[in-house]
Nanobody, 121 residues
Framework: VQLQASGGGLVQAGDSLTLSCAASGRTPSTMAWFRQAPGKEREFVAGINLSGVRKDYLDSVKGRFIMSRRNAGNTVTLQMNSLQPEDTAVYYC?????????????????WGQGTLVTVSS
């Protein structure tokens, strides 16, 4: 499985931005977004199961970020609304073949290249 992420950029506080991640090869059961801010650990942001029905979010993004899945499960998007400077980070798409959303980076086998999101105040 290869993951290709896109959609990062520079925005102002309060703006919206949508990230996309396309999976090629075998469709993974679970996909997720992680992010890593400068000097910080990589953290779970959102995850989604194969059907797109079950989702999980980091508490600080609940109500602002929406993760969706389409194209028979091969593409996920992360719609990010009301962005704040603290959302600035490199965002990574991740996937695993097993069912079950995990917030642990160790659970994910496949990783895309990061895409930088910068939110100015």
């Amino acid at each position: 499985v290869q993951l290709q992420a896109s959609g990062g950029g520079l925005v102002q506080a309060g703006d919206s931005l949508t990230l996309s991640c396309a999976a090629s090869g075998r469709t993974p059961s679970t996909m997720a977004w992680f992010r890593q801010a400068p000097g910080k650990e990589r953290e779970f942001v959102a995850g989604i199961n194969l059907s797109g029905v079950r989702k999980d979010y980091l508490d600080s993004v609940k109500g602002r970020f929406i993760m969706s899945r389409r194209n028979a499960g091969n593409t996920v998007t992360l719609q990010m609304n009301s962005l704040q400077p603290e959302d600035t980070a490199v965002y990574y798409c991740a996937a695993k073949p097993q069912a079950g959303i995990s917030t642990s980076r160790a659970a994910y086998y496949y990783w895309g290249q990061g895409t930088l999101v910068t939110v100015s105040s």
